[in-house]
Antibody, heavy 130, light 107 residues
Framework: QVQLQESGPGLVKPSETLSLTCTVS??????????WTWIRQTPGKGLEWIGY????????????TYNPSLKSRVTISVDTSKNLFSLKVNSVTAADTAMYYC?????????????????WGQGTTVTVSS | EIVMTQSPATLSVSPGERATLSCRAS??????LVWYQQKPGQAPRLLIY???TRATGIPTRFSGSGSGTEFTLTISRLQSEDFAVYYC?????????FGQGTKVEVK
């Protein structure tokens, strides 16, 4: 079955860029009706959706959608050769300290129906501190 | 922005009893709602999508209902492994929004 694994630095300095990777095993990031998603969780704000990326293998292109509140600082990308997708958050502050999860959101054909986030990574803790 | 409000924040229930969790949307979201369960130290687990369809492998004691702005997750007979935090989540073409969660604890 599909498994996801987050990786990246656990400590990032304020004003720098947070970079995380989610490696996909048991499946392909470039096939299927999936949105490859990042979510973060803090005790104060709970679960916060960051955004997702979808790779269209027919068009050899990817499309992204971001949380409007984070859009100016977030980039999600995909590397089909390594079967992974990544998250970058620029200009981080202490408010970006969180547990970061990657997840797969499943959809029906034509993306008509949303089946929810059915596969999650175990999460990785990121602390923003000097 | 659609706001999802869950109630109560904490629900104390005895094993074997029924638990009823509520989720309210700030505006109508049709049936674009998902429920997750999260246990300490674990990632959330998908329970229900489309407001009422159980995900693969989810026991029949979990049921979801509702449409529009009012949604309910019911656990018919609580088992020990069901004590956890439950989140509802809305989705549309532009975003996903989670509720703040309901903790189901042992009474």
């Amino acid at each position: 079955q599909v498994q996801l694994q987050e990786s990246g630095p656990g400590l990032v300095k304020p004003s720098e860029t947070l970079s995380l990777t989610c490696t996909v095993s048991g499946g392909s990031v470039s096939s299927g009706n999936y949105y490859w998603t990042w979510i973060r969780q803090t005790p104060g704000k709970g679960l916060e959706w960051i955004g997702y990326i979808h790779y269209n293998a027919n068009a050899y292109s990817a499309s992204t959608t971001y949380n409007p509140s984070l859009k100016s600082r977030v980039t999600i990308s995909v590397d089909t050769s390594k079967n992974l997708f990544s998250l970058k958050v620029n200009s981080v502050t202490a408010a970006d300290t969180a547990m970061y999860y990657c997840a797969r959101e499943a959809h029906s054909s034509q993306f008509y129906y949303n089946y929810g986030m059915d596969v999650w990574g175990q999460g990785t803790t990121v602390t923003v501190s000097s | 922005e659609i706001v999802m409000t869950q109630s109560p924040a904490t629900l104390s229930v005895s094993p074997g009893e029924r638990a009823t969790l509520s989720c309210r949307a700030s505006q109508s979201i049709s049936n674009n709602l998902v429920w997750y369960q999260q246990k300490p130290g674990q990632a959330p687990r998908l329970l229900i999508y489309g407001a009422s369809t159980r995900a693969t492998g989810i026991p029949t004691r979990f049921s979801g209902s509702g449409s529009g702005t009012e949604f309910t997750l019911t656990i018919s007979r609580l088992q020990s492994e069901d004590f956890a935090v439950y989140y509802c989540q809305h989705y549309d073409n532009w975003s996903r929004t989670f509720g703040q969660g309901t903790k189901v604890e042992v009474k």
